[in-house]
């Protein structure tokens, strides 16, 4: 589930110390919201922020240097009615960006109308990247999945299992091989686009590890910064299973690569066998270097197949 809305002065708090901004007019309705249809049907963060723009309602609309000069560079009627159309698109928020002065008119029509005005003297493309993606995450389709989240040569993998199986032994054996930890037990799995995930920790486990016999393990202070990461784009999930559960359930050579949907993005996957005298570090490495492989169009099994097909229709 994703939150549907978010209010002005939610979004104003947020970033007030980061874009220095000031709320000038439209303090009637510090509640005023995101229209929740916008917020569902947009394929993206772009689309619930941008410049001014007439044909794209229910968003927040960015004034900068330009959009200042066309509202208030005109005959008065004109500029009357250009700023009055402002309030059928119905913007959660006004921005006046680049330093810009906003017109009277406009400032005016704002109080009246309940709109939210901020003003930064940031440049307006910052302003946009910044709350497009405060936007983009706060509203993506999110998820929490039981597991061990790590960045393995620059891979960002997911380990699972059923529990006692020793995944977070594994994380602090491959954080020791100097991987870093994103989130131990519970990862919330952000969905940023039609095809990506982001992989972050609960606030209240960030930088902690429970290893069962020793307790929780600050691995931020016990290895030092470079062993935690704030967020990694999930690439592969590394299933661990019993050596019964691979023989009876999967192939030892799988023709296709294995995939697990989450939140309708299909994710790469591996299974390894968790038996006595493997050194799962090392496959678990070997996974993600094979994935990576695979990610630049190396396809190790396929090559062997075609290897076999030629020696099979080779004459005597």
């Known amino acids: 589930m994703k939150p549907t809305s978010i209010s002005a002065e939610a979004l104003f708090e947020e970033h007030r110390p980061s874009l220095r901004w000031e709320w000038i007019a439209g303090h009637a309705h510090p509640e005023r919201r995101f229209d929740e249809a916008a917020?569902?049907?947009?394929?993206?963060?772009?689309?619930?922020?941008?410049?001014?723009?007439?044909?794209?309602?229910?968003?927040?609309q960015l004034v900068g240097r330009r959009e200042v000069a066309y509202l208030s560079q005109s005959t008065p009627d004109v500029i009357e009615r250009r700023i009055s159309r402002i309030v059928t698109l119905e913007p959660p928020v006004l921005i006046v960006a680049d330093a810009q002065t906003p017109p009277d008119k406009l400032v005016a029509m704002c109080d009246r109308a309940d709109i939210p005005l901020f003003v930064t003297e940031e440049s307006a493309g910052h302003v946009i990247d910044?709350?497009?993606?405060?936007?983009g995450q706060l509203f993506a389709e999110r998820t929490t999945r039981h597991g061990v989240f790590m960045d393995i040569l620059g891979l960002g993998v997911l380990l699972t299992g059923e529990s006692g199986l020793g995944k977070s032994e594994l994380g602090l054996e491959l954080i020791s091989r100097g991987h870093g930890l994103v989130a131990d037990d519970a990862v919330d799995l952000y969905r940023v686009s039609q095809t990506s995930l982001d992989g972050r920790c609960p606030e209240l486990l960030l930088n902690l590890l429970e290893v069962r016999g020793i307790g929780l393990l600050d691995i931020k202070a016990i290895f030092g910064e470079t062993a935690v990461r704030r967020k990694m784009r999930l690439k592969l999930i590394v299933h661990l299973v019993r050596k019964e559960t691979l023989e009876r359930e999967f192939e030892r050579l799988p023709y296709e690569p294995l995939y697990e949907d989450i939140l309708d993005v299909p994710v790469r996957k591996v299974v390894i066998a968790v038996d006595a005298g493997r050194n799962?570090?090392?496959?678990?490495?070997a996974a993600v270097r094979n994935t990576i492989l695979q990610l630049r169009g190396i396809d190790t099994y396929r090559e062997f197949i075609e290897r076999h097909q030629k020696a099979m229709n080779k004459p005597e």
Do not use: K, T
């Not at 569902?40 to 794209?56: C, E, K, P, T």
């Not at 910044?130 to 936007?135: D, I, M, P």
């Open 280 to 285: 799962l570090a090392v496959l678990v490495e």
């Open 130 to 135: 910044v709350v497009r993606g405060y936007l």
């Open 39 to 60: 917020v569902r049907n947009a394929q993206s963060a772009a689309d619930l922020v941008g410049y001014l723009n007439y044909i794209h309602p229910y968003r927040v």
